[in-house]
């Protein structure tokens, strides 16, 4: 589970007005499983981010929703997610303040409520949230901040670099878009967005790539 879950979790933190699309997640070029991720921006500028994942079949497959909620500036007000692994389901509610996350946890029926202070020297606003979509970075711009992650429950430090523009390639259809670079802990990710900040491919140190269904 543990590259599927850092893949969403990826995912999860990329920067569209009522936008959706489609992602394929290939094992090589074998599909392995599926993303639909979609994000809206209210009339007072609250972004809202959901992605669903299905990873595998039968009794190892992992289905996972996330929904997160936050203010104009990027600063995470509310995660939920659901997963079910097999036949475990597990809920996370996660609630933000200004010195940390509140986090309630369902596991089999069973509740756990645990508080996690905000790391110090670091933020949990992720401005990344609004790049292409409101804000234009240049290229080379690097922002670093704290993202909690609900599967690992604590506190990653995530660093995004945009690169620049880029055009990416997926069957018979060419998209100009941004290139990012995105450091959580020790993994790096490679990411191409389009113009509205929306994911077109996504690979990693591990054998699952991700690309836009066409």
């Excluded at 991720?37 to 992992?62: A, C, L």
């Excluded at 996972?64 to 995660?79: E, L, Q």
């Excluded at 949230?129 to 409101?134: D, E």
């Excluded at 604590?154 to 670079?181: F, M």
Aim: a positive charge.
């Amino acid at each position: 589970m543990r590259k599927p879950s850092l893949v969403f979790a990826m995912m999860a933190t990329v920067a569209a007005c009522h936008a959706q699309t489609q992602l394929r997640i290939l094992q090589g070029e074998k599909p392995v499983g599926n993303v639909v991720y979609s994000q809206k921006i209210d009339d007072e500028g609250r972004k809202t981010v959901n992605t669903r994942m299905v990873f595998g079949t039968g009794p190892s497959s992992i289905a996972t929703v996330i929904t997160i909620t936050m203010d104009a500036f990027g600063n995470p007000t509310r995660k939920i997610q659901e997963m079910m692994i097999g036949t475990t389901r597990t809920k996370t509610l996660a609630d933000f303040t200004s010195l940390g996350v509140k986090v309630v946890s369902e596991v089999k029926g069973e509740r756990k409520v645990s508080n996690f202070p905000t790391p110090a020297g670091l933020t949990s606003s992720d401005p990344t949230q609004f790049w292409f979509l409101r804000d234009r970075p240049s290229p080379g711009t690097r922002v670093k901040f704290a993202d909690f992650n609900l599967t690992l429950q604590k506190w990653e430090t995530v660093e995004t670099t945009y690169v620049g523009k880029q055009s990416v390639t997926i069957g018979d259809v060419t998209y100009k878009g941004h290139g990012l670079s995105v450091r959580r802990g020790k993994e790096v990710a490679n990411l191409v967005v389009d113009e509205k900040g929306i994911p077109l491919t996504f690979s990693d140190s591990s054998s699952l790539r991700l690309e836009r269904v066409p």
